[in-house]
């Protein structure tokens, strides 16, 4: 049983389009985070909630929006995708401590 | 700024020790982490210290901690092969929220 579990894992999409990645955690966590990882490894904090409130929204394009449903689903939808949106998009939840679990990621190719 | 700085690489062979630095920037930050993160997989937490501590260990992994310097390291005893993998500090920032700031991340590449 995957603890967070991501899909899809790989979405290859054209530039211009409409994308979603879901994010479900089975952990009882009340904070759920969304991460992007670019080719170089770096990685930055994107959105959190907490409780399906939103606690955590760092400058990122509005073209950007999470949803969540209830507290076990983080949704990520992108809209009007560019080339350097690019990325390993990584979902991750805790239950309001340091240690994040993190799902296996979604690899997003923008062409 | 939240740059949070670790050297990219480091290479050793097997059964040597392993020290991978970060130079962190919140003094305030009240736990340092370090996660490992294997190829095509997410970020797993190895370890993390309080910050009111020097050191901690745990099996091979030891934590050294500089608050007056705001540096954090992780050695590794006795590295393996399977102990390749990237390499993450992060700290949390005082927000009331958890809120992680990860490093630039140490890809470590352990040779037999």
């Known amino acids: 049983d995957t603890a967070v579990s991501q899909t899809p894992k790989y979405l290859v999409t054209q530039m211009g389009n409409d994308k979603s990645i879901k994010c479900e955690q089975n952990l009882g966590h009340d904070t759920m985070y969304w991460y992007k990882q670019d080719s170089k490894k770096f990685l930055k904090i994107m959105f959190s909630?907490?409780?399906?409130?939103?606690?955590i929204n760092e400058t990122v394009p509005n073209r950007f929006s999470p949803k969540s449903p209830d507290k076990a689903h983080l949704n990520l939808h992108i809209n009007s995708l560019e080339l350097g949106d690019s990325a390993v998009y990584f979902c991750?939840?805790?239950?309001?401590?340091?240690?994040?679990?993190f799902g296996e990621g979604s690899r997003l190719t923008v062409l | 700024g939240e740059d949070v700085e670790q050297s990219l690489f480091l290479s050793v062979r097997e059964g040597d020790s392993s020290v991978i630095n970060c130079t962190y920037t919140?003094?305030?930050?009240?736990?340092l982490y370090w996660y490992k993160q294997e190829p095509g997989a997410g970020l797993q937490l190895l370890t993390y210290i309080f910050s009111n501590m020097d050191m901690k260990q745990d099996q091979r992994l030891t934590v050294l901690l500089n608050k007056k310097d705001k540096h954090l390291s992780l050695r590794i005893a006795d590295t393996q092969t399977g102990d390749s993998a990237i390499y993450f500090c992060?700290?949390?920032?005082?927000?009331?929220?958890?809120?992680?700031?990860f490093g630039t991340g140490t890809r470590l590449l352990v040779s037999p």
């Open positions: 992060a700290e949390s920032m005082n927000t009331g929220f958890q809120k992680l700031v």
């Open positions: 991750a939840s805790s239950p309001n401590t340091g240690e994040l679990f």
């Open positions: 919140d003094s305030s930050s009240t736990y």
């Open positions: 909630y907490n409780n399906k409130e939103l606690i």
